[in-house]
């Protein structure tokens, strides 16, 4: 059974920085890219970022780029979002991917999902 879980959303102030993990268990985790999307209250679930299976290539939405690193630990078959200089548009519950396909910030490619943690910024 592949299992996703995500963990480290919490409420933080504007400015401030948060890490999120996502542990997966079920699958061989290094032949699987990975990645983290976002949702927000009314809108569509958005790419932040993707990493590959070895882990020597990310790519970045714009919108995170320069703040957020996406980052991964084959050996814990772990992927971690560390989300810094957070911005009140940055709310939304988070989740991560695992696509057996290509690097891709297409939610569509992205087979099994966790069940998403909160981040929410305030002002």
């Known amino acids: 059974q592949v299992q996703l879980v995500e963990s480290g959303g919490r409420l933080v102030q504007a400015g401030g920085s948060l890490r999120l993990s996502c542990a997966v268990s079920g699958l061989t985790f290094n032949n699987y890219n990975m990645g983290w999307f976002r949702q927000a209250p009314g809108k569509e679930r958005e790419f932040v970022a993707s990493?590959?299976?070895?882990?020597?290539?990310?790519y970045y939405a714009d919108s995170v780029k320069g703040r957020f690193t996406i980052s991964r630990d084959n050996v814990k078959k772990s992927v971690y979002l560390e989300m810094n200089s957070l911005k009140p548009e940055d709310t939304g519950v988070y989740y991560c991917g695992a696509s057996s396909g290509s690097l891709s910030r297409r939610s569509s490619e992205y087979r099994y999902w966790g069940q998403g943690t909160q981040v929410t910024v305030s002002l």
């Open positions: 990493i590959f299976r070895s882990g020597t290539s990310t």
